[in-house]
């Protein structure tokens, strides 16, 4: 007897379901619900995922044949130890150490910035060090796909396989007969299941066709790599079900019109979110940058108002980077606040501190501020060089070259310590600065370490005049 569809409705923001309509969802939208069929789930559904033996009972526990055995936890291998290397150094870093198997990750960015590049690269060194690889494209050719791996990828291996198809049954049934290693789609919005009617790129596409992929990479241990095209804000098109689904969610940013290219980890199961890797555009592909602060600082060689020199922790390297502000008389209405790189709440209440704390008359003044590379740090490192900054642009008194500037302003205007200072201050040595200035508990534990760089401690706001 054939069992009946229910009937639900799901919302295309946040994937909450529901058994009837509602004009708003749970999470704040207005008319995102769309109606599903849900057909209930049979014993032999290929949907399903299931990592363990489905034979007879466990510990004694009285299962059905068809159900999952579960497993004690202190048995299961850890995969730690498993990880892929992809050939590329700041890929691994971003992943935490490389691709875990049976890991799904999704990496999303704007056209042309070079998602495809980064992964076909990645792709070849996969299949020449460990076996079969899958690519897997419903938006190019295969002779465009084969075009770009001659320009970056050098000689190509035997054991890369292109596949231009967009049917997820018929791509189930080549994973089962090739068997890859490794197993890359671009991109989840073209991909469909004939279980469906609904149009590619739907929720109810792209959520099934993720549970296709991630019972692939599940079941038989293979790394998955899901292209996603986003929005013009920069958000990911489509449904955003398809960040909960899997492990890892990186962001491909940079500007076009420059070569540099930042990768970030948004969501990582396992690894650190706070990791970027640094690329730079060239003929021959994405060639990785190593020394990003050298890069970011090398233009920074001579006195100018409103330059400062700051840094920031970026997972387990520190990061070198400046800042640049400028004031300017505002002509009329009300004065603009524009902030590049840098939190505009964050801008303007370091602007309030200014003018509560020191004085500053700042209503009347235009303020712009960026942070040189088109970078976009987390945390509040960069506070005090905003400060200095925006300070020395007003006055027109610029700050020693030299100086490295870092430390997190409260809104009572004192300097409240930050983390990893100590690691900061041998990069800024590294690359030839002579003074830190920072927070005043950071400065008293380093000086009782003897490093070989000046340290400068500032207790609050209304220090760091005497500074330009």
């Known amino acids: 007897m054939a069992k009946k569809a229910k009937t639900v409705y799901v919302c ?21 619900m769309v109606e599903e069929k849900i057909v209930p789930v049979s014993a032999e559904d290929p949907r399903r995922r299931t990592s363990g033996s489905r034979s007879g009972p466990a510990s004694g526990i009285g299962l059905p044949d068809h159900a999952g055995r579960p497993a004690k936890l202190s048995e299961i291998r850890s995969g730690e130890a498993q990880r892929i290397d992809t050939g590329i150094g700041e890929l691994n870093r971003v992943l935490g150490g490389g691709l875990v198997p049976g890991s799904l990750t999704l990496i999303s960015g704007e056209p042309g910035i070079g998602k495809s590049t980064i992964i076909i690269q990645a792709a070849s060194h996969i299949a020449r060090s460990q076996g079969t690889v899958l690519y897997v494209s419903g938006e190019e050719s295969e002779e465009q796909i084969k075009m770009r791996a001659d320009r970056v990828c050098g000689e190509l291996s035997e054991q890369l396989f292109i596949l231009s198809e967009t049917n997820m049954e018929n791509i189930s049934a080549v994973c089962q007969s090739l068997k890859p290693v490794f197993l890359i ?59 909960h689904m899997v492990d890892c969610v990186l962001s491909f940013t940079g500007d076009r019109s420059h070569e540099m ?10 690894g650190t979110t706070s990791e ?24 920074m060689d001579r006195e100018n108002e409103g330059a400062v020199a700051t840094a920031v922790y970026e997972g387990t390297r520190p990061l070198i980077l400046e800042v640049q502000a400028l004031t300017s008389p505002c002509s009329v209405g009300f ?47 960069t506070d005090l060089a905003v400060a200095m900054a925006v300070i020395s642009s007003l006055l027109g008194k610029p700050l020693d070259s030299k100086t490295l500037v870092l430390g997190e302003i409260g809104l009572t205007g004192d300097l409240r310590s930050i983390q990893n200072a100590e690691k900061i201050v041998r990069e800024a040595e590294r690359l030839g600065f002579a003074r830190v200035v920072l927070p005043i508990r950071n400065a008293e534990r380093l000086r009782k370490n003897e490093t070989g760089i000046r340290i400068a401690g500032v207790r609050n706001i209304k220090e760091v005049r005497s500074l330009l």
């Open 185 to 243: 789609i671009d991109s989840i919005q073209t991909m469909y299941t004939a279980q469906l009617e609904s149009a590619p790129g739907s929720v109810s596409q792209v959520r099934t066709c993720g549970n296709e992929l991630m019972r692939i990479g599940k079941t038989d241990g293979i790394p998955v790599f899901i292209v996603a095209h986003v929005t013009k804000s920069g958000d990911l098109a489509g449904p955003r079900i398809v960040e």
């Open 12 to 32: 295309q923001e946040c994937g909450y379901e529901s058994s009837k309509w509602m004009g708003q969802c749970i999470c704040g939208a207005w008319n995102s």
């Open 276 to 299: 970027i890797g640094a690329f730079e555009m060239a003929q021959e592909g994405l060639m990785e940058i190593e020394n990003l602060s050298g890069v970011l600082m090398e233009e």
């Open 335 to 381: 004065a603009r606040r524009t902030a590049l790189g840098v939190d505009n709440a964050r801008l303007n209440m370091i602007l309030a501190v200014l003018e509560k704390k020191m004085g500053l008359r700042l209503a009347d003044q235009d303020v712009y501020v960026n942070i040189v590379g088109g970078l976009r740090p987390e945390g509040t490192y």
């Open 261 to 270: 290219r930042i990768l970030r980890a948004q969501k990582n199961r396992f």
